[in-house]
């Protein structure tokens, strides 16, 4: 059983919308530090926004920050990402990801977390 399933991931032009979801098995979200990441061509794998295990707390890198939106769905055991005003920059493979962060300035480091999904692929066109 794969414990993190992103999906929602698709083409869309510049200025559009997409909402990503982690569906997380064998752990509880809430439990968790939760992120999502992305890869884009050329560049390695970037933390982009990181929800806290213990609160609706939420931090987010600069390149992201007022147009992306991480969210915690305790019920459904589910992660979302919100994006708006997407642009062609932001296309990559977005990557959900669980672990323990013991210090804030870890939220987005990818060795903070331990549990990776298997990415979804977003294209942004101009």
């Known amino acids: 059983q794969v414990p993190l399933v992103e999906s929602g991931g698709g083409s869309v032009q510049a200025g559009g919308s997409l909402r990503l979801s982690c569906a997380a098995s064998?752990?509880?979200?809430?439990?968790?530090?939760m992120a999502w990441f992305r890869q884009t061509t050329g560049n390695g794998r970037e933390g982009i926004a990181s929800?806290?295990?213990?609160?609706?707390?939420?931090a987010y890198a600069d390149s992201v920050k007022g147009r992306f939106t991480i969210s915690r769905d305790d019920a459904k055991n589910t992660v979302y990402l919100e994006m708006s005003s997407l642009k062609p920059e932001d296309s990559g493979i977005y990557f959900c990801a669980a672990g323990v962060v013991v210090r804030s300035d870890l939220l987005l480091a990818d060795h903070s977390y331990n549990i990776w999904g298997q990415g979804t692929q977003v294209t942004v066109s101009e």
């Open positions: 064998g752990l509880r979200v809430r439990s968790k530090n």
């Open positions: 929800i806290y295990n213990r609160g609706p707390n939420t």
